[in-house]
């Protein structure tokens, strides 16, 4: 069974930044694909970012170029490093480990930008 465990938000200011991290229970090497999804308030779930296991990563175009995504598999961990954070970005951030056949989702870390 995969288990994923965010942490590393909390509250910036804007241009501030974070990193958050998302460590998984269980093999890394078993999901094909690694995200990171948020959820702002009163809003759905977007896709932020992520990266496959050859290393091929994607973007929603409102973070690009402030956002990377990477993968250490020798730890287990996937972060998300976020840089001139905006308020707009505030959110719940959720960490999501997929195979072909099944979706995992960590319990999710709080960004706050404050403006």
């Known amino acids: 069974q995969v288990q994923l465990v965010e942490s590393g938000g909390g509250l910036v200011q804007a241009g501030g930044s974070l990193r958050l991290s998302c460590a998984v229970s269980?093999?890394?090497?078993?999901?094909?694909?690694m995200g990171w999804y948020r959820q702002p308030p009163g809003k759905q779930r977007e896709l932020v970012a992520q990266?496959?296991?050859?290393?091929?990563?994607t973007y929603v175009d409102s973070v690009k170029g402030r956002f990377t995504i990477s993968r250490d598999s020798a730890k287990n961990t996937v972060y998300l490093q976020m840089n001139y954070l905006k308020p707009e970005d505030t959110a719940v951030y959720y960490c999501?480990?997929?195979?072909?056949?099944?979706?995992?989702w960590g319990q999710g870390t709080q960004v706050t930008v404050s403006s």
């Open positions: 269980g093999s890394i090497f078993s999901l094909n694909v």
């Open positions: 990266i496959t296991n050859g290393d091929m990563t």
């Open positions: 999501k480990g997929s195979t072909i056949r099944l979706n995992y």
